[in-house]
Nanobody
Framework: QVQLVESGGGLVQAGGSLRLSCAAS????????MGWYRQAPGKQRELVAT???????NYADSVKGRFTISRDNAKNTVTLQMNSLKPEDTAVYYC????????????WGQGTQVTVSS
């Protein structure tokens, strides 16, 4: 089965940095597009960043210039480097995978909490 495990969340003050990681198993990692989503209380889950199997990246406007998504196919991991964090970045962050046969991101991790204080 597909399994995605996030780590690296925590509490940080505004302006600080965190690095999230996602370890994948049960998939041929190098063939999957990967992404990070987040969900704040009372709000819908939103796209943060994606990276295709070919290495192309896409970011939400709200995080451009501050967040960087990357992948290491040899280690089956995806990372999200978050710099210059703002209180509005507070959310549960989820790792997601889009399998080669799927049109949407349909596999999700358990999430990791990121809290940014003022």
């Amino acid at each position: 089965q597909v399994q995605l495990v996030e780590s690296g969340g925590g509490l940080v003050q505004a302006g600080g940095s965190l690095r999230l990681s996602c370890a994948a198993s049960g998939i041929i990692f190098s063939l999957n597009d990967m992404g990070w989503y987040r969900q704040a209380p009372g709000k819908q889950r939103e796209l943060v960043a994606t990276i295709t199997y070919g290495g192309n990246t896409n970011y939400a406007d709200s995080v451009k210039g501050r967040f960087t998504i990357s992948r290491d196919n040899a280690k089956n991991t995806v990372t999200l480097q978050m710099n210059s964090l703002k209180p509005e970045d507070t959310a549960v962050y989820y790792c997601a995978a889009r399998l080669p046969i799927a049109s949407d991101y349909s596999n999700w991790g358990q999430g990791t909490q990121v809290t940014v204080s003022s």
